[in-house]
């Protein structure tokens, strides 16, 4: 058996999200959400930072800053300056923001029901544990 190299583990997780986001996409467009909007509201908790979510998800900050524009003239986040340097702008989730992105989430486990169904719990444990392991933090 060949030895999984770092760059399977990138190729092939890509190709799996890649695939997801394409099954839940009719989904996605119906509610008015890309895969990069509902990844963004997903990961503002964490990173509320225009240039940490760049980073995060390997988009051009300019990219970032038009779609959190868009996403705050949809009212689903907020804009607020960061203490303790006022400079720095970091965006939060509203309440409406909140609904959608558990809508979007929604959408893409619908749209991924049958190819996580191809998993048996035990397989289903066992990449969830594997992708921690990677991650070093729980997912859910």
Do not use: C
């Not at 988009?59 to 038009?66: E, F, G, W």
């Not at 300056?81 to 893409?108: F, K, N």
């Not at 169904?117 to 729980?138: G, P, T, W």
Request: hydrophobic share 40%; charged share 25%; glycine share 6%.
């Amino acid at each position: 058996m060949e030895k999984l190299t770092a760059w399977d583990v990138v190729r092939g997780t890509w190709q799996v999200q890649h695939a997801i986001f394409a099954e839940s996409q009719a989904e996605l467009s119906e509610l008015g959400l890309t895969p990069k909007s509902l990844s963004v509201l997903g990961i503002l908790e964490y990173l509320p930072r225009p240039t940490q979510i760049a980073e995060s998800i390997g988009a051009p900050l300019p990219t970032i800053s038009n779609l959190l524009k868009e996403l705050e003239s949809a009212g689903y986040v907020t804009r607020n300056h960061a203490a303790p340097d006022r400079r720095q702008v970091q965006y939060s989730r509203t309440e409406l923001g909140d609904q959608m992105m558990w809508r979007g989430i929604g959408a893409v486990n619908r749209g991924a029901s049958d190819r996580m169904s191809r998993l048996s719990e035990a397989e289903h444990a066992m990449l969830v544990q594997l992708l921690e392991k990677l991650n070093a933090r729980i997912l859910r």
